[in-house]
């Protein structure tokens, strides 16, 4: 071969792997690109026994919920039954149309249960809320305090979102952004709260037109284009001049009034913004709703607290949890009924997936403050159409709720499930190459529709 | 034995004029007078004369090569330093100063409504710092800087504040500038905030900020509002200016 034929070959072998990215996104992204990804974190460590995993007697070191310990008259689907004397627990429900199980805490959401995936037995290998919290969004645990690697929106917007003028909203949600290889446009835009977004694009109506505002705003997009042109690294510049665009289409569509607390609440009162725990969390849902049918996002995420019960407030927990899927169902039955914005005769739901995770669960003993404190066992929801519906996956131990083997086969042999392959099968769902965003999992095709 | 041996050396020592000869000698034998006789009559003697030769040339100096070129691409500052750089442009305001004073007429609210969206971590709700800007963040900064740079053209130009007082449009305005007028006082802002004069910039930059002001200028004409035309174009350059994005990356 001759040295130049030699040198083409060698050229052209590099290109290939240095596009290997945006080939591969343009091979993938079409099948989910106009789909919507909502995650909601239930920060502070859920107890699995009151809805996934369901435990009504006294085994091993297991101590269920019982009318002693928890405040059952909230609960809508806390049925009695005796447990010791004057005590009663629980009776578990199990539904004839689906193989699953649930405790009281499972609310509103019972009633969508043919179309909930389930994970139980999750291993943690941790008791730590940030440690907990960054392993079940992102499939890594912490290194020195940080997340070593993108959670799973970010993977999501960097692989289908940059289209979107904001492509991850996350409201107290743990995203992280961390590598050069991402696009930029898929850093998350983390906020405390979802009327924030409407705060930043408010802008006064006394000194300055519309109009001026995009002559500003044209003025430093060109700028931007100008330095990039002159510059070594122009990709920096790029990114600011697309962000001011961005901006400025925001602010052309006057989406701050549609995103204020007000408007939101007006819009959709079917959530309950007065709730102790969740009303942040449902103008999350709210605005999730909002921001979806107007195609300006494709990944939001939002938390929701009060699930860290420590001692008495371990009462509170199935009521908690009961809150937690009531926001969920509503926010489900509204992408029901709500047109997908860029497939005609598709509605939301259609199209929206939606992933529930937690830190960890809590003990299956209860403590003698009264409550339950952490324990590296987890579970998740899923709720997608491109996932088996009606079903649980993963289970635990008997006796102690600790993770067993989950009867998947996987490479390395028999082992329970865990945050990673989660992660990874729900990518693998979107025909995104795991590989490129989490070091550990393998994929569960038996989760997959 | 050794002692014996050292006195014994000493015994025998001779004196110059015992054991020498050749300068030494000729010098002992003159004795002191005249020895320093014989000095003053040569050292004051004519010197000797040198033959002049070309100078060789110095040895080339060392160079040592400085790559001056970029090694990393700009980035965005932390955000402190970004707000504090803001701060100190609109006259070294403390925050609460800044919220007191950019408030009102839906121009601001407060810091704690930002906190996270301007990238710093909020204790409050367990958010950590943001290493990266993103959309949200830009838009908060442009409220934020849009606040600012009115109520400055409000304390400066509208007040008939005394020039030695101004704090941001330090200059003495004109009524419809023409492109020198304009470029001079443009100078002021530019190098107030981005650090260097206009002079120094691409050529074009005053011209594109001059059709920026002569377009709000325009707009403005003969509306009532609280700034004049020509203060309002002003404070939309100080706008564009405080979003530049010269002035967010380092």
């Given at each position: 071969m001759k040295r130049r034929t030699f040198l083409h070959v060698l050229g052209g072998s590099a290109a290939a792997v240095a596009l290997r990215k945006p080939l591969w996104a343009a091979a993938?992204?079409?099948?989910?690109?106009d789909d919507f990804f909502i995650f909601i974190h239930a920060a502070g460590?859920?107890?699995?026994t009151l809805w996934s995993d369901p435990r009504n007697e006294r085994r091993g070191l297991v101590e269920p919920a019982s009318s002693e310990n928890t405040?059952?008259?909230?609960?809508?689907h806390w049925k009695g039954t005796k447990l010791d004397g004057d005590v009663d627990t629980f009776e578990i429900l199990a539904p004839?149309?689906?193989p699953m199980r649930f405790g009281p805490g499972i609310g509103a959401l019972y009633d969508l249960r043919s179309r909930l995936t389930v994970v139980n037995?999750?291993?943690?290998?941790t008791v730590s809320h940030p440690d907990g919290t960054a392993f079940s969004a992102t499939g890594r645990h912490l290194q020195g305090g940080r997340a070593p690697a993108s959670s799973v929106d970010v993977a999501i917007a960097n692989e289908l979102g940059?289209?979107?003028?904001?492509?991850d909203v996350a409201v107290q949600f743990p995203s992280s952004y961390v590598g050069?290889?991402?696009?930029?446009?898929?850093v998350p835009l983390r906020v405390?709260?979802?009327?924030t977004v409407a705060k930043s694009l408010a802008r006064g109506e006394a000194y300055f037109d519309p109009s001026d505002r995009t002559a500003i705003t044209a003025l430093v997009t060109a700028e931007a284009h100008a330095l990039a042109k002159r510059s070594t690294f122009p990709e920096t510049y790029e990114r600011i001049a697309s962000q001011t665009g961005a901006v400025q289409q925001l602010l052309d569509d006057k989406l701050e009034a549609a995103f204020t607390q007000k408007a939101l609440q007006e819009r959709y009162?079917?959530?309950?913004?007065?709730?102790?725990?969740f009303g942040g969390a449902a103008l999350g849902a709210a605005f999730t709703v909002e921001a979806m049918q107007r195609n300006l996002v494709r990944c939001v995420g939002f938390a929701i607290g009060?699930?860290?019960?420590?001692?008495?407030?371990?009462?509170?927990q199935a009521h908690t949890q009961q809150e937690l899927f009531g926001v969920v169902a509503t926010l489900v039955d509204l992408l029901d009924r709500t047109p997908h914005p860029?497939?005609?005769?598709?509605?939301l739901a259609d199209h929206a997936h939606i992933l529930v995770f937690s830190d960890f669960c809590r003990t299956p003993q209860i403590n003698l403050s009264g409550g339950r404190d952490h324990y590296p066992n987890n579970s998740a929801l899923v709720i997608s159409p491109r996932f088996v519906a009606g079903r649980t996956f993963g289970k635990t131990d008997v006796e102690q709720v600790l993770p067993a083997d989950a009867g998947v086969a996987f490479a390395g042999g028999a082992r329970p499930l865990a945050p990673p392959d989660l992660l990874a099968t729900f990518l693998h769902a979107f025909d995104i190459d795991p590989a490129r965003y989490l070091r550990d999992g393998e994929v569960v095709q038996e989760m997959l529709a | 034995m050794k002692r014996e041996n050292y006195r014994q050396g000493a015994s025998d020592a001779k004196t110059p004029a015992e054991s020498g000869s050749g300068p030494i000698l000729f010098f002992w034998r003159l004795g002191v007078p005249g020895a320093l006789a014989v000095t003053l009559v040569f050292g004051c003697a004519a010197p000797a004369a040198l033959a002049p030769s070309a100078p060789a040339p110095l040895p080339p100096p060392m160079v040592a090569a400085i790559d001056?070129?970029?090694k990393e691409r700009r980035r965005m500052m932390p955000p402190e330093v970004y707000l504090r750089a803001y701060l100190g442009w609109f006259g070294g305001l403390a925050p609460l100063d800044v919220q007191a004073k950019a408030r009102g007429k839906n121009m601001f609210d407060s810091w704690d409504d930002y906190l996270a969206a301007l990238g710093?971590?909020?204790?409050k709700v367990d958010l950590p710092r943001q290493s990266q800007s993103n959309t949200l963040m830009i838009a908060t900064l442009g409220r934020l800087g849009e606040a600012l740079c009115v109520r400055a053209a409000e304390h400066d130009l509208h007040g008939k504040t005394p020039a030695a007082a101004?704090?941001?449009?330090?200059f003495q305005p004109v009524a419809a500038p023409d492109d020198a007028q304009f470029a001079e006082r443009f100078d002021v802002l530019h190098r107030l905030f981005?650090?260097?004069?206009?002079?120094?910039?691409?050529?074009d930059r005053a011209a594109h900020f001059f059709a920026l002001y002569r377009a709000v200028a325009a707009q403005h004409a003969g509306k009532k509002g609280p700034l004049t035309p020509d203060e309002t174009a002003w404070a939309a350059v100080c706008t564009a200016l405080v979003q530049h994005p010269e002035a967010e990356l380092y």
């Open positions: 993938n992204s079409p099948a989910a690109s460590g859920w107890d699995v405040d059952t008259a909230p609960l809508t004839r149309d689906v037995g999750l291993a943690m290998a940059t289209s979107q003028l904001l492509p050069d290889h991402l696009d930029r446009r898929a405390a709260n979802a009327a009162p079917q959530f309950d913004y007065k709730a102790k725990n009060g699930f860290d019960t420590h001692n008495q407030n371990y009462k509170q860029t497939r005609q005769g598709k509605k | 001056t070129t970029p710093l971590p909020d204790y101004r704090v941001v449009f330090a981005l650090g260097y004069p206009v002079r120094l910039a691409p050529s």
